[in-house]
């Protein structure tokens, strides 16, 4: 069965330290896996995918499927990255999105 | 127009009451999705049409009704609901995909539902 787990519900760091948002997931295949980012009183959106490889917001975060992880990192958090991080997968059913419970990343001043 | 709207933004019924909630996007998206999202838990994936064709219903109950009238508009009809279905109701597009990935999907800023 498809399942991604975000095993921390709260994650607190001082600004200018760096941050890991852990994401791991169950598949039988190769899936898409997604962050997404909902800040607050704002929509979900999408932060980055694992496709893309891209860095958004100096947010990075590599596919490992030997350890079936997709962890999101940022060298130097900022205040304006306090918000709550969804990790999601898309499997063989394109149509079908499996979110993590979420981590909600709360930086420091 | 890179957004997905929705409304009402806020809505309060009795359990009575008939409503609708209404989502539209004008992206060229042929995938729609209704989603319950409860406070400090992820979205739950309700419904979700495919070429105005209802493809998933993650057995949700009739008092739910979904509807898409045309491919930029989808609506949930709502009746007799339960207080425990207070929640935020998410409408999402995505194009529709094939094998090859890009299945991002674009959320709408939620109708929050007080149900008394």
């Known amino acids: 069965a498809q399942r991604v787990t975000q095993p921390e519900k709260l994650l607190s760091v001082f600004k200018g330290a760096p941050v890991e948002l852990k994401c791991n997931y169950s598949y039988s295949g190769s899936p898409e896996l997604f962050w997404y980012v909902q800040y607050s009183r704002q929509r979900l959106q999408l932060l980055l995918r694992h496709i893309s490889r891209e860095s958004i917001k100096g947010f990075t975060a590599d596919l490992n499927k030997g350890e079936t992880s997709f962890h999101l990192k940022k060298p130097f958090a900022q205040e304006e990255d306090s918000a709550m991080y969804y990790c999601a997968l898309s499997g063989k059913n394109f149509n079908k999105f499996y979110f993590g419970s979420g981590t909600k990343l709360n930086v420091k001043p | 127009d890179t957004e997905v709207t929705q409304t009402p933004k806020h809505l309060v019924m009795g359990m009575t009451n008939k409503k609708s909630l209404k989502c539209e996007q004008h992206?060229?998206?042929?995938?729609m999705y209704w989603y319950k999202q409860k406070a400090k838990k992820p979205p739950e994936l309700m419904f979700v049409y495919s070429y105005e064709k209802l493809s998933i219903n993650e057995s949700v109950p009739s008092r739910f009704s979904p509807e898409c009238p045309n491919s930029s508009l989808l609506n949930l009809h709502l009746h007799a609901l339960q207080p425990e279905d207070s929640a935020l109701y998410l409408c999402a597009s995505s194009q529709e995909v094939t094998e090859g990935g890009g299945n991002e999907q674009f959320f709408g800023p939620g109708t929050r539902l007080t149900v008394l």
């Open positions: 992206m060229g998206h042929r995938a």
